[in-house]
């Protein structure tokens, strides 16, 4: 198995920027695909990002596309989440997710804790 381990996150101001870091430990996940998910309050949790971390493919939900970045960094065995123009609409818990069939839009086998993300208006 693996465990995904989370930090920050935070308040920020519209138009401002956060970065998410996602460390992976445990079983070897080579042919992983990697995400990011979000549930903002009363909503259904919903897919923002994702990248193989064997080709590092990866796949945006339209609505952060241009403006947020997903990348990982073998040496760290981390997983990021680079927030750029950030909108109060992306207010929402962030979740870092692992696939061990590598399939990008597949279902989601390992979840790490959670992260608040709050932008202000």
């Known amino acids: 198995q693996v465990q995904l381990v989370q930090s920050g996150g935070g308040l920020v101001q519209a138009g401002g920027s956060l970065k998410l870091s996602c460390a992976a430990s445990?079983?070897?996940?080579?042919?992983?695909?990697m995400g990011w998910f979000r549930q903002a309050p009363g909503k259904e949790r919903e897919f923002v990002a994702a990248?193989?971390?064997?080709?590092?493919?990866?796949y945006y939900a339209d609505s952060v596309k241009g403006r947020f970045t997903i990348s990982r960094d073998n040496a760290k065995n981390t997983v990021y989440l680079q927030m750029n123009s950030l909108k109060p609409e992306d207010t929402a818990v962030y979740y870092c997710?692992?696939?061990?069939?590598?399939?990008?839009?597949?279902?989601?086998?390992?979840w790490g804790q959670g992260t608040q993300v709050t932008v202000s208006s």
């Open positions: 445990g079983r070897a996940f080579s042919t992983y695909a």
């Open positions: 997710a692992a696939e061990r069939g590598g399939d990008i839009k597949g279902n989601y086998d390992y």
């Open positions: 990248i193989t971390w064997r080709y590092a493919n990866t």
